[in-house]
């Protein structure tokens, strides 16, 4: 699609965004509301799959049903002869990969508050059975008030964007963030491992890289599997002990050894500096 084209008579491209292995994403404006939105033009591979299609279809209402600040809002799903796609709410900011790239590693504060927000969201997603799969700082926005907004809410398992493979497979995620037990297959976690990527992203918030860089694809899947990170401490010193203490539970290993839901980070994180019971996983 090009700038000027428009979509079942309501909406004006203005902009593509982003591509992907689900499809591509246009600004776009309606045309009666004057009003900018976010769409996501399904890829020809799911459209013209009818299995693939009914999950897309399926998967996409359950998504839009989801009604949370801190949650990227989905309008609608609709179509226009075989092109399908899906009506977002437009984030007028960076994602935490950008702000950090440009900005280096966020006060603890902001950090802090950013992750609680996400974690309130995935509570949210979470309580209506949807997990998203693939949280990653990219995939968090932040707008200019400050909001924190998830995108691609359970995008993951309609088969976006996995630019990570395993034994010729694409991973369901993004290996820097990847929960252990996620990387073993699609049937074998559940919305735990929401809570293990959240961990790597607020890693990420604080010291400014993933917690296991440069190395290769294989070894970062088998250190998110066997090893710790490279403590926070050494890098960012003031950071309150009780705050590493929770990004490491966060990121533990074995699932029943993490925080069990997401609103019990969010809980852990609005008061960061209360000491917890040190962690040994």
Request: with cysteine.
């Amino acid at each position: 699609m090009d700038r000027g084209d428009t979509i079942a008579g309501r909406f004006v491209v203005e902009d593509e965004v982003a591509a992907g292995g689900m499809g591509r994403v246009f600004l776009g404006r309606h045309v009666t509301m004057q009003r900018h939105v976010a769409l996501k033009i399904v890829s020809r591979d799911i459209a013209s799959n009818p299995a693939a299609l009914e999950r897309f279809l399926a998967e996409a209402r359950a998504i839009a049903a989801l009604d949370h600040p801190a949650i990227v809002q989905a309008y609608s799903v609709d179509c226009e002869g075989e092109r399908y796609y899906i009506v977002m709410e437009y984030v007028d900011g960076r994602d935490l990969q950008q702000v950090v790239e440009d900005d280096g590693p966020l006060p603890w504060p902001t950090a802090v508050e950013y992750i609680r927000q996400a974690a309130d969201g995935l509570a949210h997603a979470h309580g209506r059975n949807l997990v998203h799969c693939d949280i990653k700082p990219s995939n968090l926005l932040v707008n200019r008030q400050g909001q924190v907004k998830i995108l691609d809410m359970g995008m993951a398992r309609l088969g976006g964007d996995h630019d990570e493979v395993k034994d010729g497979a694409p991973l369901l995620g993004s290996v820097d963030y990847l929960a252990p037990e996620q990387a073993l297959g699609a049937e074998t976690f559940d919305h735990r491992a929401d809570l293990y990527s959240l961990g790597c992203t607020l890693y990420f918030l604080l010291t400014g890289h993933a917690p296991f860089p440069e190395v290769t694809l294989p070894e970062r899947i088998l250190k998110h599997q066997t090893q710790q990170p490279r403590p926070i401490p050494t890098e960012r010193p003031d950071v309150p002990p009780a705050l590493v203490q929770i990004c490491r539970r966060m990121m533990a290993k074995q699932p029943e050894d993490r925080f069990q839901s997401a609103d019990e980070i969010g809980a852990a994180l609005a008061d960061p500096g209360r000491p917890l019971v040190v962690f040994e996983g």
